[in-house]
């Protein structure tokens, strides 16, 4: 083939490319400019009416959102669909105040089982909840609509905190629409955060049980005098010297208490983990032989069969059964509930562990080496990671095709040997049951005999100690918090690699051409000068 016609057709080739890049965005921008919808907020105001929003609200929301937002798979639109808004609300209001809000968290299910919107039941309007449907059904939410729906999730623990206070004020005879003294107030407080703590759930709450809240909670709950401290701070920040407290002023300190509540339980839970810490069957395991959790004695009392049913027992070595200490800290017995719909539990401190991954990615996926640096890096632990941890990151990685998705099981498993006192080991689907038939962990209370069996069981261990595993329970099982985002995220990647490649054939087809156009144009100008 002749120079010029090389020429032609990569002359060709290029324009085809060319045209082909340009009407790809043209097509894109139609489809976006047609399907793009309204701004949430308006559709709210619309649907509601006068509904008003707090920007700084809205903006402290976007602010703890983001990093996990950023991380997580988004479709064409840039926005999330429903398994990762719920999964990333879980997150939020887990890591803010401890709450873990049924219809958020999984409960041992898959994360695309449910749409978050299904936590909020009928406690906001049905137009509500039917505007945010449509908008993760249809669109997704950009970081801006999951704050708002956060928000608007606020909102209604507040209505919570309002209609408990109702029931207070009709047991102690008082009325909503008069203000109450400091001391009145006081009393009033004292009494909303007994029903809260120690009384019935929301749902069973009666104006007869008001009047045994405060002796109730002073007998049943170790850290009455730190509630009531937190209260009179709580009331001090809001309201320093008022004097006069209408209802609506009570409500929101109590529904600050109800945030602040949390961090204040998270102290006793961290007291516990010391004391679980110290009796490790192996220094840094994150496990305790299940005789040595019960020899802990008060308040480590949980039978086998309640354990194994919230996924707290390690039992890959059935003579030899442990507890896994994050999940323990996890389960029902660790929580408050002062509502049928959400508990107060421990913080879980592999949040913030995988809130510096995340920021550190700023994609769903990344390659091990990526991830093994970020996590030797990581700024409470700066430590090198063992050949195991290596070789498993490498295992994930290939399960994958070389990259590893960070919001999926396999990478939480990676985290629970990596962390393995502070990250829970996550069960394969179905096999916990944190709702199940044994919600009172009173009625499943290990018996005595059975005690004594499991203490001859850890003092065998420990005179003879089995051979362990590197890493105890590892299964090859993935489930991943979006699947279908995660596929779409790795077609769009391998189309834009294409893309590129195209770009750069181009590329060196013009310079490819250009180097045979140069000889054969300066030959014709040549002998066209001779001519001259």
Sequence with gaps: MSAMKILRVLASLLIMAQLSSAFRKRVRGALRSSTEPKALLAELEQALGTEEWAIHELQGFEEDLKVTFKALPKNARGAIEAPSARYALHRLFIQRHGWMVKGLETGGGAWDAESPIVAMDAHVPKEMRELFE????????????LAVLAATMKKMFERDVEQRLRIVYEGMNLVEKESLDLAQAHEVMLTYAGAYIVGPQL????????????????????????????????????????????????????????????????????????RLVAREHRSGSGRVRLGDFYAEGKGFAESPEYLRARG???ESNPEDPKVLIPNYLANPSMCLTPSGYYSICCFDECESLMDQIENGLEAPMGTPEKIASLVTSLSSFNRTLSPTLLQLLDEVAGHHGGMIPVHGRLFSQWMHQAFPRECSFPHVTGVVDRYGQQDSWVHSKVQHDERQRYFELADRAQVDPPVEEDAPMWTMHEELVDRKAIDKHLLRSSRIEDLLLCGTVSFVGFMLAKSLLTPVLSSRMSAKSKLL
């Design 312 to 314: 707290a027992l390690d």
């Design 203 to 274: 749902e069973d709450l009666t104006t007869a049980y008001v009047s045994k809240a405060v002796a109730d909670l002073k007998k049943k709950f170790p850290r009455s005098k730190q509630a009531e401290d937190l209260l009179i701070k709580i009331r001090m920040d809001i309201a320093p010297g008022s004097g006069s407290f209408d209802f609506a002023l009570m409500v929101k300190v109590l529904s600050k208490f109800g945030h602040q509540l949390g961090a204040l339980e998270d102290t006793e839970c961290q007291v516990m983990k010391e």
């Design 134 to 145: 449509d908008r993760l059904g249809n669109y997704g939410m950009t970081l801006h609509e």
